[in-house]
C-alpha cells in the first residue's frame, strides 16, 4: 500500500507514513485529508494525481463554473520554512509571468488561514512522462526527441521571461 500524500510504500503496522506523517484511518487506509477540501472559498480538492519534493498534486474543480483545475499545496512539514514559501511563491509567480503552449498557466495562489500554501494552475490530463517509460520500457527515439523539443521551447520561454 501506498501514501495517499507521498507515495511512499506503507509498512503494514505502521500508524503513520514516515515521510509525510499521515495517519491512517481505522481500517488501517491511508486517508488524505485534503480531498473533499474547499481551498480558498472557490477550489474543492476532488483527488491526487501527483507528489513531488515540495508538494503534492491534486486534481481540484471551481467551485462556480465547474472547471477542472490542478491544485498543487507544499507539503505541510515546509509551513513554517519561509525560505521554501517563498521559493514556492516564486515558481507560482513563474507560471503566472509566462505563457506558451507546453506550459501550465496559473489561475490563482495564495495562502490560507491555517498556513497551507497552494497555487491553482490548468488541468492537463493525460500520462504522464514516468509512467509512460514505466508501462513502455523505453521511448522511440522520434518520440523522445520530441519531448525534449517541447521542454526546450518551454524553457526557452520561461528564461526569455528571466
Not at 494552475?121 to 522511440?140: K, N, V, W
Amino acid at each position: 500500500m501506498r501514501c495517499p500524500r507521498c507515495d511512499r510504500e506503507l509498512v503494514d503496522d505502521d500508524r503513520f507514513c514516515s515521510r509525510c506523517g499521515l495517519a491512517r484511518s481505522t481500517d488501517g487506509k491511508p486517508v488524505d485529508p485534503f480531498i473533499g477540501i474547499t481551498v480558498a472559498s472557490r477550489y474543492t480538492i476532488i483527488e491526487r494525481i501527483g507528489v513531488g519534493g515540495m508538494g503534492t498534486v491534486y486534481r481540484g474543480t471551481h467551485m462556480r463554473c465547474g472547471q477542472s483545475v490542478a491544485i498543487k499545496v507544499l507539503h505541510e512539514r515546509y509551513a513554517s520554512d519561509a525560505k521554501l514559501i517563498k521559493r514556492f511563491e516564486k515558481e507560482a509567480l513563474s507560471y503566472g509571468q509566462v505563457s506558451h503552449p507546453n506550459l501550465v498557466g496559473l489561475h490563482d495562489y495564495g495562502q490560507t488561514a491555517d498556513g497551507m500554501c497552494f497555487m491553482v494552475l490548468d488541468y492537463c490530463p493525460g500520462m504522464s512522462l514516468a509512467r509512460l517509460i514505466r508501462e513502455q520500457g523505453h521511448l522511440s527515439p522520434a518520440l523522445a526527441a520530441d519531448i525534449v523539443l517541447q521542454i526546450a521551447q518551454a524553457l526557452s520561454a520561461a528564461h526569455a521571461q528571466g
